[in-house]
């Protein structure tokens, strides 16, 4: 079983109000990943999580807060968001970080900021 | 610059025709994915090619790895509406994958 699940589908939301996005992996992958996609260009990463600790943080305004619970959990946190947010944001998990790793997206939950 | 160069950006055929796909690189990577990517939807992992000179076929669709592992090509053979799509090649530099710009294929029947 290669899925990782992510939940909301769709998520519209005010830029005062705060929400979260979750993501979960059961395939006992060590590393999970944030990536936020605009229309028709490649997945931009945001956050990696390693053995459940924060590894990278490709410098993402404070606005967002990832969260890492376990190691099949991953949560990403919103709270005044601004509407050039708006994005599908896709979690991925792989085996381990590093050279080689396979990872394997989530369907993705696509965000509107209004 | 990109580190991983992807062309061409868009391809609009008809179905039966066949198509290439390039990835190219100044850098050496250590291994390379391709992924296919329909509209909102994640992408989906196609391929890894690791050894310089491999080549992988996968039904229809066929990716081979340069010798020199900086550049990969994905050659799809009588393209269908099905194989319509975003289509990313990756490679793996240190804690990261880094993405090519991506092709979109549109194949019309």
């Known amino acids: 079983d290669t899925e990782v699940t992510q939940t909301p589908k769709h998520l519209v939301m005010g830029m005062t109000n705060k929400k979260s996005l979750k993501c979960e992996q059961h395939m006992g992958h060590r590393a999970m990943y944030w990536y936020k996609q605009k229309a028709k260009k490649p997945p931009e990463l945001m956050f990696v999580y390693s053995y459940e600790k924060l590894s990278i943080n490709e410098s993402v305004p404070s606005r967002f807060s990832p969260e890492c619970p376990n190691s099949s959990l991953l949560n990403l946190h919103l709270h005044a968001l601004q509407p050039e947010d708006s994005a599908l944001y896709l979690c991925?998990?792989?085996?381990?970080?590093?050279?080689?790793?396979?990872?394997?997206f989530g369907p993705g939950t696509r965000l509107t900021v209004t | 610059t990109q580190l991983l160069e992807q062309s061409p950006q868009f391809l609009s055929i008809q179905e039966g025709e066949n198509l290439t796909v390039y990835c190219n690189s100044s850098?050496?990577?250590?291994?390379l994915q391709w992924y296919r990517q329909e509209p909102g939807e994640g992408p989906v992992l196609l391929v890894t090619v690791v050894t310089g000179g491999e080549v992988k076929k996968l039904k229809r669709l066929t990716f081979q790895f340069g010798d020199a592992r900086k550049d990969s090509s994905l050659h799809i053979t009588a393209a269908q509406p099905g194989d319509t799509g975003l289509y990313l090649c990756?490679?793996?530099?240190?804690?990261?994958?880094?993405f090519g710009a991506g092709t979109i294929l549109r194949v019309k029947s």
């Open positions: 991925a998990s792989s085996q381990e970080t590093g050279l080689g790793s396979e990872q394997y």
């Open positions: 850098s050496v990577f250590s291994s």
């Open positions: 990756a490679g793996a530099r240190g804690n990261k994958l880094v």
